[in-house]
């Protein structure tokens, strides 16, 4: 299987990051990492030393799980993200960052990633007025995105949007949440991106 399809807490817990996965039950603090904060198993709770290889192919599992990627599309973006100027480990992340399932969700139309992904193949979401499908597609500053008419009032969606006054909203997004639309205004810097990924190990892992 392409996709990851067990249980999301499970490989928070085993990587030791929060990854974004649950939404809502981690903003309430009901996530199993902060209440069982060690990996799952029956020895979960003895951490064994990681050598260097093990750390670099955890950061690369994180940025995985976390965006929702698989591995051929990974590589993809890092033989992108190589053949780019600047820095390898920035160029990625903030690639990854331009895909529309990850746009939808920093907008605060979905409440994770993978419901963004969801709302997106089930053809909720336009770009510019036309429906997209392909959560892969990548987004360009400029673009509009918006939900799409007859789902405006889906109530995951509604609450999606309420939960982004707790959590606040991206820099490199201007969104109208009473029309539930938005505009993707720039490509974002590596230090605006948050997330608990060294994507260094990850260029050192592929550069092997």
Do not use: C
């Not at 979401?125 to 008419?149: A, C, H, M, N, T």
Request: charged share 35%.
């Amino acid at each position: 299987m392409a996709r990851y399809r067990g249980p999301r807490e499970k490989i928070e817990r085993r990587l030791d990051a929060d990854l974004g996965l649950k939404g809502e039950r981690r903003l309430n603090g009901k996530s199993a990492l902060e209440k069982r904060p060690f990996a799952p198993g029956q020895h979960g709770q003895r951490r064994a030393k990681i050598s260097e290889y093990g750390l670099q192919l955890r950061e690369k599992q994180k940025a995985k799980f976390m965006y929702g990627v698989s591995e051929k599309q990974f590589r993809k973006y890092f033989k992108e993200a190589a053949r780019r100027e600047g820095n390898t480990g920035a160029n990625l992340i903030t690639l990854i960052e331009q895909r529309l399932d990850n746009v939808v969700y920093r907008m605060g139309f979905a409440s994770t990633r993978a419901f963004a992904r969801q709302l997106t193949t089930h053809g909720h979401i336009l770009v510019d007025g036309k429906k997209v499908d392909i959560p892969s597609f990548i987004v360009r500053p400029g673009q509009k995105i918006e939900i799409r008419e007859k789902s405006k009032n889906n109530p995951q969606i509604v609450r999606a949007l309420e939960l982004t006054n707790q959590t606040g909203m991206v820099d490199w997004v201007d969104v109208e949440k009473d029309k539930v639309f938005g505009i993707f205004t720039r490509i974002p810097t590596r230090e605006e991106v948050v997330i608990p990924v060294e994507e260094r190990l990850i260029v050192e892992l592929y550069s092997k």
